[in-house]
């Protein structure tokens, strides 16, 4: 074998390597700050059906808090999945952030997470269930900035 092709053998190879001998790590989230007053927080439903989030488009504060309701009330398991928004907003003492920013919920049962919503923007939301984004299974979470 001529000198070039082992020596990108070899580098395939070690890099192959590398990528198989590094180790996963949790989410990382943030706890939300203890004075945050959760008896306040904003009751969030969402029903999710066969291919629709019902509402498909949330509309949240930033630093107001909430707690996000989940319904299945599909014939199958749905799952709410919105990485970044997830990743951006800080838990409740006790909570865990939702591994790979999705949650999902068996048919006819319901999860709840309380979060204090990250910074403003747009944040994609979808099903990731074998092809229900492409049945439409897809919304938005808006966060705009804190009114105070």
């Not at 590398?18 to 969402?46: G, L, M, R, Y």
């Not at 591994?99 to 319901?110: E, H, T, Y």
Request: glycine content about 6%; aromatic content about 8%.
């Amino acid at each position: 074998m001529p000198a070039a092709p082992r020596s990108f053998a070899l580098f395939t190879m070690l890099a192959l390597s590398a990528c198989a001998t590094h180790t996963a790590t949790p989410d990382q989230f943030q706890i939300a700050a203890s004075s945050v007053d959760w008896s306040k927080a904003q009751n969030v439903t969402v029903k999710l059906t066969d291919f629709a989030f019902t509402p498909s488009h949330l509309n949240l504060q930033s630093s107001q808090p909430v707690r996000l309701i989940l319904i299945n009330s599909g014939t199958d398991i749905h799952d709410f999945s919105s990485p970044g928004f997830f990743a951006a907003a800080a838990y409740r003492q006790g909570s865990t952030m939702p591994k790979g920013g999705r949650i999902a919920v068996a048919k006819d049962q319901s999860a709840e997470i309380d979060l204090v919503p990250g910074g403003p923007g747009q944040y994609p939301l979808e099903c990731t269930e074998f092809l229900h984004t492409l049945f439409g299974m897809t919304g938005a979470i808006t966060v705009s900035a804190d009114a105070h």
